[in-house]
């Protein structure tokens, strides 16, 4: 059948080409439209790859070249064009080629007076135009000036010419260099007068796809920085909004309002940077540089993306997806592990920062029997991650048997109690998920403060010999009582009275503590103030908040707000209120103040706009020139006069905040169970200690057969906070550590299998001075992993090292993981590394099929998806990218050959999946996907092939006690130990057939074609209705998609 299809196609395409009889060309014409009407685009798609377009085309060029030309050949043969034109993506170029663009031209020209003829040749000309530089072409030889003569004046004749002459219009102007040749001739003007016109005779908005296409050409015209200038020139802005105004409610005129608001932002006129100089307000000299670089001025440029220049460009060349393009396809790149980037003395020097493989231990006493548990009751020894029983825990007055009740609670409520029960969202009413139970006592009792409270009076003491020079900036009205604030030898009297007066104790948190360690944070431009809540210590929000919702219209409401000003500028102060690059400029009074010069403080710039409007810019802009950045604007309502506000954009986490909750972390645990061990990894470029913590527990005695357990324990390893301003990721990193040092029997069973090696803070520079991503010599530390230094990256050089030292001494970590907090995506995630994946998402040419893969990267982000409520597989990839060849992960996987390595992202927003669902994340929520990572890691070794008996059956026993709350996933992991076949392989199925790849469907590009179609077939509805068509649009027929 197809067969007999192809050949009867072939013939008749060749009898079309070389016949010349009228009666023949007419048959056959008649015979291929009636094949196409009823075909699909599979049939046009065939008759493409016969030379179906090519026969067509030749077929026009002769008949339009004779003397009379034969308009009942040519109407059906311009449908025949359009129609297969419209799927043949190299038709432009075929119709330059066999110089139908020109007998086109001409035709049109002729028929100008003639609707019907003008009709077909202006839909013929629309899908030669599809190929823009068969657009550019057409606009050589005039077809815009043609255009204009059958669109201009306004008239409501003819409007189905009218219609086909904007759409090629359109069409047109999307070549750069046709809008170039429209705003020289002054189109722009032009068709804001068209729009006036239509806009006013239109009332019953009979015309919306017209006037939608009249914008359209204004909107290619504006891509251009000659056509905004243009634009603006002719009161276009004022045009455009004051029409706009009364449509705004009319749903049918919804996609003309769409339209203007994307000219009237593509024309709002930029707004520069409000700064003198790219580079940051404060100034760090970095080692090893001599010549400080003069501060890079700020001009125009940096402002203008001028896109004038750029050549006209086929869209099916740009096809190619960007995303793909970056993946990297060399084989010997991917697979093939470089040599020590170091020479293998230096890696000595990690010896001492792993004492636990070297210590013998010696004063624990040889009793194997001895009962660990029975002491170290003194110590807070738990994770606080609310569970079920927690909130008892944490509000109750504590009576004397408090610490017994709460070891018991402990135990109870363990982790495993919080594992999310199945996928099943909770309903919307009860928006709470496991763990989630708010608090119900503002003034929570602290557990980690308790511990501690011993060393109080001695660091005060400490702080009242030594002369205190940090204030605290805190609310004006708490310190009324106090009017000696704000001299500093009294500061800690203040604060004293302060905390007294307001008691509030948050686990693991010490504000005296903080103060000592204030002390001994150096930041580049020497803060002397203290962020008030920062010292006070942060307490999760009462209960889980949900996500906003996006108000319907609110992007329209902004940016007609802008534009009314941009307009009617009267109202704007435009008045510097705030600048840390000229500090003199801070003296406006009768408005708001404000401050920066606090610890992670980032505001350089305030500017008040209007009387409640105010504009702000971050400490460290630089960026990258031409680069245009978008407004946040947020209005906040203060609900105290004289009241100190903290705006930030996520819940900030300091340096001074970490180094705080180290030392209480390491007072809490008991010595005789846990090994916790804080140094220094190295120092900073700013002189900061960047910390490196060692969890794992005691050996049971220093016996060879316990000591020799301790040191075959396989490492871990974490890190975090590399991107300074992802403290997300800082807050999952909080709960990983407590949960580590926590009494609950999955951290012990970690702790006794694992030796944990984590730096919460890769770049404590970058957190202290209020970088967004950089560190203090302006780099992205995240992309200095391939060849860090250690002058200028000390902190991943010898994260790098110590790495590197443990892979030498043959303990490589089973999993290395990097958190970090997404902006754009929500849930939790986790990025790895797969050499087949990224092969097969490039389709590379090299059968990945021939390249054998570990696939146990997939297997912890699967566990993880199982257990952790924010966390979800579905947004996870395991691609490697060749942008990404310098990050952590991808350096660790490949020279360090972790095949585990991975980036785990936390959102900054919150939940769309899981119990969580519509929740946004607040730090508990955070905490507590560090706690789930640290089980993940526990589930993980249960599966693997290389599980000790004796952690397995001391696993099941604990996992089967919560039977209740574990899935059958984990009950899965002891039968098949039980069975001998090794877990890990065997629940991993083959990797091609497993993973679910969407390769790209080669989706038709039909919708935006349609239209025409749809206009064609429209045509042939009403043709027999006479010449004077004044069909409105759609009459009677289902809009198209
Ligand atoms: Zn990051």
Same mark, same amino acid.
């Given at each position: 059948?197809?067969e007999?299809?192809?050949t009867g196609?072939?013939v008749?395409?060749?009898?079309?080409?070389s016949?010349?009889?009228?009666?023949?060309i007419?048959?056959?014409?008649?015979?291929?439209?009636?094949?196409?009407?009823?075909?699909?685009d599979?049939?046009?798609?065939?008759?493409?790859?016969?030379?179906?377009?090519?026969?067509?085309?030749?077929t026009?060029?002769?008949?339009?070249?004779?003397?009379a030309?034969?308009?009942?050949?040519?109407?059906?043969l311009?449908?025949?064009?359009a129609?297969?034109?419209?799927r043949?993506?190299?038709?432009?170029?075929?119709a330059?080629?066999l110089?139908?663009?020109?007998?086109?031209?001409?035709?049109?020209?002729?028929?100008l007076?003639?609707?019907?003829?003008?009709?077909?040749?202006?839909?013929?000309l629309?899908?030669?135009?599809?190929?823009?530089?068969t657009?550019?072409?057409?606009?050589?030889?005039?077809?815009?000036?043609?255009?204009?003569k059958?669109?201009?004046?306004?008239?409501q004749?003819?409007?189905?010419v009218?219609?086909?002459?904007?759409?090629?219009?359109?069409?047109?102007?999307k070549?750069k260099?046709?809008?170039?040749?429209?705003?020289?001739?002054?189109y722009?003007?032009?068709?804001?007068?068209?729009?006036?016109?239509?806009?006013?005779?239109d009332?019953?908005?009979?015309?919306?796809?017209?006037?939608?296409?009249?914008?359209?050409?204004?909107?290619?015209?504006a891509?251009?920085?000659?056509g905004r200038?243009?634009?603006?020139?002719?009161?276009?802005?004022?045009i455009?909004f004051?029409?706009?105004?009364k449509?705004?409610?009319d749903?049918?005129?919804g996609?003309i309002?769409?339209?203007?608001?994307q000219?009237?932002?593509q024309?709002?006129p930029?707004?520069p940077?409000?700064l003198?100089t790219?580079?940051?307000?404060?100034?760090?000299?970095?080692?090893?540089?001599?010549?400080?670089?003069p501060?890079?001025?700020?001009?125009?440029?940096?402002f203008e993306?001028?896109?004038?220049?750029e050549?006209?460009?086929?869209?099916d060349?740009?096809?190619v997806k960007?995303?793909d393009?970056?993946?990297?396809?060399?084989?010997?790149?991917?697979?093939?592990?470089?040599?020590?980037?170091?020479?293998?003395?230096?890696?000595?020097?990690?010896?001492?920062m792993?004492?636990?493989?070297?210590c013998?231990?010696?004063?624990?006493?040889s009793?194997?029997?001895?009962?660990?548990?029975?002491?170290?009751?003194?110590?807070?020894?738990?994770h606080?991650?609310?569970?079920?029983?927690?909130?008892?825990?944490?509000?109750?007055?504590k009576?004397?048997?408090?610490?017994e009740?709460?070891?018991?609670?402990?135990?109870?409520?363990s982790?495993?109690?919080?594992?999310?029960?199945?996928?099943?969202p909770?309903?919307r009413?009860?928006?709470?998920g496991?763990?989630m139970r708010?608090?119900?006592?503002?003034?929570?009792?602290?557990?980690g403060?308790d511990?501690?409270?011993?060393?109080?009076?001695?660091?005060?003491?400490?702080?009242?010999?030594?002369?205190?020079?940090?204030?605290?900036i805190?609310?004006?009205?708490?310190?009324?009582s106090f009017?000696?604030?704000?001299k500093?030898r009294?500061?800690v009297?203040?604060?004293?009275k302060?905390?007294?007066t307001?008691?509030?104790?948050?686990?693991?948190?010490?504000?005296?503590?903080?103060?000592?360690?204030?002390?001994?944070?150096?930041?580049?431009?020497?803060?002397?103030?203290?962020?008030?809540?920062?010292?006070?210590?942060?307490?999760?929000p009462?209960?889980p908040q949900?996500?906003?919702e996006?108000?319907?219209?609110i992007?329209?409401?902004?940016?007609?707000?802008?534009?009314?000003?941009f307009?009617?500028?009267?109202?704007?102060?435009?008045?510097?209120?705030?600048?840390l690059?000229?500090?003199w400029?801070?003296?406006a009074?009768?408005?708001?103040?404000?401050?920066?010069?606090?610890?992670?403080?980032?505001?350089?710039?305030?500017?008040?706009?209007?009387?409640?409007?105010y504009r702000?810019?971050a400490?460290?802009?630089?960026?990258?020139?031409?680069?245009?950045?978008?407004?946040?604007?947020?209005?906040?309502?203060?609900?105290?006069?004289?009241?100190?506000?903290?705006?930030?954009?996520?819940?900030?986490y300091?340096?001074?905040?970490?180094?705080?909750?180290?030392d209480i972390?390491?007072?809490?645990?008991n010595?005789?169970?846990?090994y916790f061990?804080?140094?220094?990894l190295?120092q900073?470029?700013?002189?900061?200690?960047c910390?490196?913590?060692t969890?794992?527990?005691?050996p049971?005695?220093?016996?060879?057969?316990?000591?020799?357990?301790?040191r075959q324990?396989?490492y871990?390893?974490?890190?975090?906070?590399?991107?300074?301003?992802?403290?997300?990721?800082?807050?999952v990193?909080k709960?990983?550590?407590?949960?580590?040092?926590?009494?609950?029997?999955?951290?012990?069973?970690l702790?006794?299998n694992?030796?944990f090696?984590?730096?919460?803070?890769l770049?404590?520079?970058?957190?202290?001075?209020?970088?967004?991503?950089?560190?203090?010599?302006?780099?992205?530390?995240?992309?200095?992993?391939?060849?860090?230094?250690?002058?200028l990256?000390?902190?991943i050089?010898?994260?790098?090292?110590?790495?590197s030292?443990?892979?030498s001494?043959?303990?490589?970590?089973?999993?290395?993981?990097?958190?970090?907090?997404?902006?754009?995506?929500k849930?939790?995630?986790l990025?790895?590394c797969?050499?087949?994946?990224?092969?097969?998402?490039?389709?590379?040419?090299?059968?990945?099929?021939a390249?054998?893969?570990?696939?146990?990267?997939?297997?912890?982000p699967?566990?993880?998806?199982k257990?952790a409520?924010?966390?979800?597989?579905?947004?996870?990839s395991?691609?490697?990218e060749?942008?990404r060849?310098?990050?952590a992960?991808v350096?660790?996987?490949?020279?360090l050959?972790?095949?585990?390595s991975?980036?785990?992202?936390?959102?900054?927003?919150?939940?769309?999946?899981?119990?969580?669902?519509?929740?946004?994340?607040g730090?508990?929520?955070?905490?507590?996907?560090? @706690?789930?990572?640290?089980?993940?890691? &526990?589930i *993980?070794?249960?599966k !693997?092939?290389t599980? /000790?008996r004796q952690?397995? +059956?001391?696993?099941?026993a604990?996992?089967? @006690?919560?039977?209740?709350?574990?899935? &059958?996933h *984990?009950?899965?992991? !002891?039968?098949?130990? /039980?069975?001998?076949?090794? +877990?890990?392989?065997?629940?991993?199925p083959?990797?091609m057939?497993e993973?679910?790849y969407?390769p790209?469907?080669?989706?038709d590009?039909?919708? /935006?074609?349609?239209?025409?179609?749809?206009?064609?077939?429209e045509w042939a509805f009403?043709?027999?209705?006479?010449?004077?068509?004044?069909?409105?649009?759609?009459?009677g027929r289902?809009?198209?998609?």
């Amino acid at each position: 059948m197809a067969e007999q299809e192809a050949t009867g196609l072939q013939v008749l395409l060749r009898t079309l080409q070389s016949c010349s009889d009228r009666e023949s060309i007419l048959t056959i014409l008649q015979v291929l439209g009636d094949l196409l009407s009823v075909g699909t685009d599979r049939r046009i798609r065939y008759m493409i790859s016969k030379g179906g377009s090519e026969a067509l085309l030749q077929t026009l060029v002769d008949t339009a070249r004779t003397a009379a030309p034969d308009y009942d050949i040519l109407l059906p043969l311009f449908r025949l064009l359009a129609k297969v034109g419209l799927r043949d993506k190299k038709f432009g170029q075929k119709a330059l080629e066999l110089e139908a663009l020109d007998v086109t031209l001409i035709l049109t020209r002729k028929n100008l007076s003639h609707s019907q003829n003008l009709l077909h040749c202006l839909w013929a000309l629309r899908v030669f135009a599809s190929s823009v530089t068969t657009g550019a072409m057409l606009g050589i030889n005039g077809a815009m000036e043609l255009l204009f003569k059958v669109i201009t004046p306004y008239t409501q004749k003819h409007t189905r010419v009218i219609r086909a002459a904007t759409d090629l219009l359109a069409a047109l102007l999307k070549s750069k260099s046709n809008s170039r040749r429209a705003v020289n001739r002054g189109y722009v003007t032009s068709l804001l007068r068209l729009h006036q016109d239509w806009h006013q005779h239109d009332t019953a908005g009979a015309y919306v796809p017209i006037r939608r296409v009249l914008l359209l050409c204004l909107k290619h015209i504006a891509a251009l920085r000659s056509g905004r200038e243009a634009f603006l020139a002719a009161q276009g802005m004022e045009i455009l909004f004051s029409t706009t105004q009364k449509c705004l409610d009319d749903k049918s005129l919804g996609p003309i309002v769409s339209v203007v608001l994307q000219i009237l932002r593509q024309c709002y006129p930029k707004c520069p940077l409000p700064l003198v100089t790219a580079s940051s307000a404060y100034v760090f000299p970095v080692p090893g540089t001599t010549t400080s670089e003069p501060p890079r001025v700020l001009t125009e440029e940096d402002f203008e993306d001028d896109g004038d220049e750029e050549e006209d460009k086929d869209a099916d060349s740009e096809d190619v997806k960007e995303e793909d393009d970056d993946l990297e396809t060399d084989v010997n790149k991917l697979s093939s592990r470089p040599a020590l980037d170091r020479p293998e003395e230096e890696l000595l020097q990690y010896e001492a920062m792993c004492l636990e493989l070297s210590c013998s231990f010696e004063e624990l006493e040889s009793k194997p029997g001895d009962d660990l548990n029975s002491g170290g009751t003194q110590y807070a020894n738990h994770h606080h991650i609310p569970t079920e029983a927690s909130p008892k825990q944490h509000c109750s007055n504590k009576d004397q048997n408090s610490w017994e009740q709460e070891r018991e609670d402990t135990v109870q409520t363990s982790l495993l109690s919080m594992v999310k029960k199945g996928r099943s969202p909770v309903q919307r009413a009860s928006k709470k998920g496991p763990g989630m139970r708010p608090c119900q006592n503002a003034q929570c009792s602290g557990l980690g403060m308790d511990s501690s409270g011993s060393e109080i009076p001695d660091i005060q003491a400490f702080l009242k010999e030594d002369a205190w020079d940090i204030d605290m900036i805190s609310c004006p009205a708490m310190n009324a009582s106090f009017p000696s604030f704000t001299k500093s030898r009294e500061t800690v009297e203040v604060i004293d009275k302060l905390l007294q007066t307001h008691p509030r104790h948050i686990p693991f948190h010490d504000p005296y503590l903080y103060l000592a360690k204030a002390r001994r944070t150096k930041s580049v431009a020497d803060f002397k103030m203290m962020a008030f809540p920062d010292l006070w210590g942060h307490c999760p929000p009462p209960s889980p908040q949900p996500l906003l919702e996006r108000k319907c219209g609110i992007q329209r409401i902004k940016i007609f707000e802008d534009v009314q000003r941009f307009i009617q500028p009267s109202d704007v102060i435009n008045q510097v209120v705030f600048s840390l690059d000229e500090p003199w400029q801070d003296t406006a009074s009768n408005c708001l103040r404000f401050s920066s010069k606090f610890e992670s403080g980032n505001l350089r710039k305030a500017i008040q706009v209007r009387e409640n409007h105010y504009r702000q810019s971050a400490a460290v802009a630089g960026g990258a020139p031409r680069t245009c950045y978008y407004t946040l604007t947020f209005a906040v309502t203060f609900p105290h006069s004289e009241d100190v506000c903290y705006l930030a954009y996520h819940y900030p986490y300091t340096y001074t905040t970490l180094m705080t909750h180290l030392d209480i972390l390491e007072k809490s645990v008991n010595p005789k169970q846990v090994y916790f061990r804080q140094e220094v990894l190295c120092q900073t470029l700013g002189g900061n200690s960047c910390p490196l913590v060692t969890i794992t527990a005691m050996p049971e005695s220093d016996s060879t057969d316990h000591l020799e357990q301790f040191r075959q324990r396989p490492y871990q390893m974490i890190t975090a906070r590399v991107h300074p301003g992802e403290s997300n990721a800082s807050w999952v990193m909080k709960g990983t550590l407590e949960f580590l040092v926590s009494s609950d029997p999955v951290a012990r069973l970690l702790r006794e299998n694992f030796i944990f090696k984590i730096i919460p803070m890769l770049n404590p520079d970058g957190v202290i001075n209020g970088n967004h991503r950089c560190s203090l010599r302006g780099e992205d530390l995240n992309r200095q992993w391939l060849s860090p230094g250690a002058p200028l990256q000390p902190t991943i050089y010898h994260a790098k090292g110590l790495l590197s030292y443990l892979s030498s001494t043959g303990h490589s970590p089973v999993v290395f993981c990097d958190f970090h907090g997404h902006s754009q995506k929500k849930n939790v995630f986790l990025y790895g590394c797969s050499i087949k994946e990224t092969l097969w998402q490039a389709q590379s040419s090299v059968g990945s099929s021939a390249i054998l893969e570990d696939v146990s990267y997939r297997t912890l982000p699967k566990i993880l998806d199982k257990l952790a409520p924010a966390f979800t597989m579905s947004s996870c990839s395991f691609l490697v990218e060749k942008s990404r060849a310098s990050t952590a992960r991808v350096v660790v996987w490949r020279e360090l050959g972790v095949s585990r390595s991975y980036t785990m992202e936390s959102s900054y927003c919150g939940c769309n999946q899981g119990p969580y669902q519509g929740l946004q994340f607040g730090t508990r929520e955070l905490e507590e996907m560090g @706690a789930m990572f640290c089980l993940g890691l &526990l589930i *993980l070794e249960l599966k !693997s092939v290389t599980c /000790s008996r004796q952690l397995l +059956s001391r696993a099941v026993a604990l996992l089967n @006690a919560e039977e209740d709350t574990l899935d &059958l996933h *984990l009950q899965r992991c !002891s039968s098949s130990s /039980s069975s001998g076949v090794p +877990s890990e392989l065997d629940d991993e199925p083959p990797c091609m057939e497993e993973i679910e790849y969407s390769p790209d469907s080669s989706s038709d590009q039909e919708g /935006s074609f349609s239209e025409l179609d749809r206009q064609i077939q429209e045509w042939a509805f009403h043709k027999d209705e006479g010449q004077e068509d004044e069909e409105g649009p759609g009459q009677g027929r289902k809009a198209t998609p």
